[in-house]
């Protein structure tokens, strides 16, 4: 199914107004209920970030990303490029894109095997995989065909580089994320 089906779908209420759904290549995806370790943990990073990336980031949460005609996934955050309109007018797409945030706790194999493959095919540029079972955060860095060249577990959550649009990183603390 193309990205067009997709929305067709949803504007004539096929896809519910209750059902989170993402496409993946051409599949949609329901995803299950949100449950509180899962929700508190975004709303944390949420508001971590939220406190550092003012004016040079935009903080999306649980919003749909474009990769390309046959894929939407819904990351539980992304930081996008700084625009006027806030995509009032289209989602972003992999350039548009500084930060992708899974966190993962029964969706685990599915994110690691199914999203970030995706994201690493249309180069967005990094995804943190939040581990709550494995109690830990991968940083996935320079995407290169599909795959993640650069992948790093997380020693020290004290001072954890953010990517934002100018360039020069913000630090920000997750002592407490896993």
Known sequence: MSLSEYHRMGEAGILGPGLRTELIDGEVIEMPPIGHPHA????????????VVSKRALLRVQGPIWLDDYSEPLPDIALLRPRADY???????????LLVIEVADSSLSYD????????????????????LSG????IHRRPEGGRWSDVETVADLVAVPVPLADGQPALIDLTDLV
């Open 40 to 51: 508190g943990t975004v709303d944390l990073l949420a508001n971590r970030l939220g406190g």
């Open 87 to 97: 995509y009032r007018g289209a989602h972003p797409g992999p350039a548009d894109v």
């Open 112 to 131: 690691r095997e199914v999203k970030l493959p995706r994201y690493a095919l249309a180069a967005v540029p990094e995804v943190w995989l939040v581990d």
């Open 135 to 138: 109690r830990r955060l991968l």
